[in-house]
């Protein structure tokens, strides 16, 4: 089966780094995804890892680690536009099969 | 562009009343999701479908809803009756199996069951 953990609220300032942990169990790994979502809107694509370490993209970071059952995802420079769900995924016994975290609510404040 | 086109965006029925939200995938796109969103249990996936066929439905209640694939450009997501306790937000999401797996999500549907 699955199981993904993430917190559930997170807090941070604008122009601050935040780190947004993920555990997880899966049965057939076949990478991690993190998706971000704003209020009302769909959730959008922001990352991809199958091996470990950190995959930098501008401003967001993501790292994996497959023996641990470990991901976090890396936010630097905050702005305000940044406060949104992010939520980890990973798809179901090594299938295409996506299921997500509870995700974690992040808010930037001034 | 290419994206994941759902209609309607919002629906307000009446408990009974038969819903059906359609779903136009990525052209070229083999694989199709459903989601339902709430407040309360997040995304949850109700239907799993690859190249047409129903790959998994186990998250869906079966005795209300049904999912299917007339075609490689539409996915219909149907519920009949419906009940308060639907009222969600469901997302269609379509992606490449082969690929990535990453899936793009459509706008989604706004269903209230009153």
């Known amino acids: 089966g699955q199981n993904i953990d993430q917190p559930t609220e997170m807090t941070a300032t604008e122009g601050a780094i935040v780190q947004i942990n993920c555990t997880y169990q899966?049965?057939?790994?076949?990478?991690l995804f993190w998706y971000q979502q704003h209020a009302g809107e769909a959730p959008t694509f922001l990352s991809y890892?199958?091996?470990?370490g950190l995959e930098e993209k501008g401003r967001f970071s993501s790292f994996l680690s497959r023996s641990k059952g470990y991901s976090y995802l890396l936010l630097k420079e905050l702005q305000m536009k940044d406060s949104a769900s992010y939520l980890c995924?990973?798809?179901?016994?090594?299938?295409?099969?996506?299921?997500f975290g509870s995700g974690t609510r992040l808010l930037v404040r001034p | 562009d290419a994206r994941v086109t759902q209609t309607p965006r919002h629906k307000v029925t009446e408990m009974g009343q038969e819903v059906t939200m359609r779903c136009q995938p990525i052209?070229?796109?083999?694989?199709v999701f459903w989601y339902r969103q709430t407040m309360m249990q997040g995304l949850e996936l109700l239907a799993y479908f690859r190249n047409r066929a129903p790959l998994d439905d186990s998250g869906m209640p079966k005795d209300r809803f049904s999912a299917e694939m007339p075609d490689a450009t539409l996915a219909t997501l149907k519920i009949q009756p419906s009940e308060p306790r639907d009222s969600a937000v469901y997302f269609c999401?379509?992606?490449?199996?082969?690929?990535?797996?990453?899936?793009?999500f459509g706008q989604g549907t706004r269903l209230t069951v009153v």
């Open positions: 999401a379509s992606g490449l199996a082969g690929g990535s797996g990453e899936a793009f």
């Open positions: 890892n199958v091996l470990d």
């Open positions: 052209l070229g796109h083999n694989t």
């Open positions: 995924a990973v798809p179901a016994g090594g299938s295409y099969k996506l299921i």
């Open positions: 899966t049965s057939g790994f076949n990478g």
